[in-house]
């Protein structure tokens, strides 16, 4: 089956730091990604839709200056947190599917946690 | 725009009684359907989905679903509930392939011995 990896699973950071988080889909390839981010208890709320070889389109109210989404290659989608501050901490997930074969559904890899100090 | 909405923010359950999990979508056309569950600190695993023909869906670890178009509908069902099911189950509703997915605010399954 589709496979999504995500790393790292957890990061610290110093306030004023950039973070990179990055999603891998292992045994597919997917033009899109999609990057959620998760608060405490809540719901996942969709931040951006990463396209291979293009821009990123973000979700209304989403900084994108702050949250820098590259997509080079087929396989693989990061995430920057840039000048991370403390309200940046969250659970974020990213989710990939195949651009072939049967629809599975949405994969989603194992979150990263995310915890600015 | 599409939604999700599950009414049901918390449900406690005995272990080995019957579980249905509400949720309910907004969308104008067929839509794609999905439950995922997730663990604490952990992702989200796939345990249905729903695209078109039969509209009772069997997914893994004993779960089913039924889409009522009529009731815009789209409700979880397990016949007997284990303990390892106690996490928290989101709705999610997509209008097509590689198109994103509107989540809804999830409920958490409690179950008790």
Redesign the interface.
Same mark, same amino acid.
């Given at each position: 089956g589709a496979v999504v990896s995500q790393h790292p699973s957890r990061v610290i950071c110093k306030s004023g730091t950039s973070v990179k988080i990055e999603c891998r889909s292992l045994d597919f390839q997917a033009t899109t990604m999609f990057w959620y981010r998760q608060f405490p208890k809540q719901s996942l709320m969709l931040m951006a839709t990463s396209n291979e070889g293009s821009k990123a389109t973000y979700e209304q109210g989403v900084e994108k200056d702050k949250f820098l989404i590259n997509h080079a290659s087929l396989t693989l989608s990061t995430l920057t947190v840039t000048s991370a501050h403390p309200e940046d901490s969250s659970f974020y997930i990213c989710s990939a599917i195949p651009d072939r074969g049967r629809h599975y559904g949405y994969t989603f890899g194992s979150g990263t946690r995310l915890t600015v100090v | 725009a599409q939604s999700v909405t599950q009414p049901d923010i918390h449900i406690t359950v005995s272990e080995g009684a019957s579980l249905e999990l509400r949720c309910n979508y907004s969308y104008g056309a067929t839509p794609y359907l +999905?439950w995922?569950v997730q663990s604490p !600190? @952990? =992702? &989200? @695993? &796939?345990l249905l989905?729903y695209?078109s023909g039969d509209t009772l869906v069997q997914g893994i670890k004993g779960f089913e679903a039924e889409f009522k178009r009529s009731q815009s509908s789209f409700n979880l069902r397990k016949p007997s509930v284990h303990w390892s099911d106690a996490a928290e189950y +989101?709705c999610a509703v !997509?209008r097509g392939?590689?198109e994103? &997915? /509107? +989540? =809804? /605010?999830?409920t958490?399954l409690t179950i008790i011995p």
């Open positions: - | +999905f995922y !600190g @952990q =992702g &989200l @695993q &796939l989905k695209f +989101f !997509g392939r590689n994103k &997915l /509107t +989540f =809804g /605010t999830g958490r």
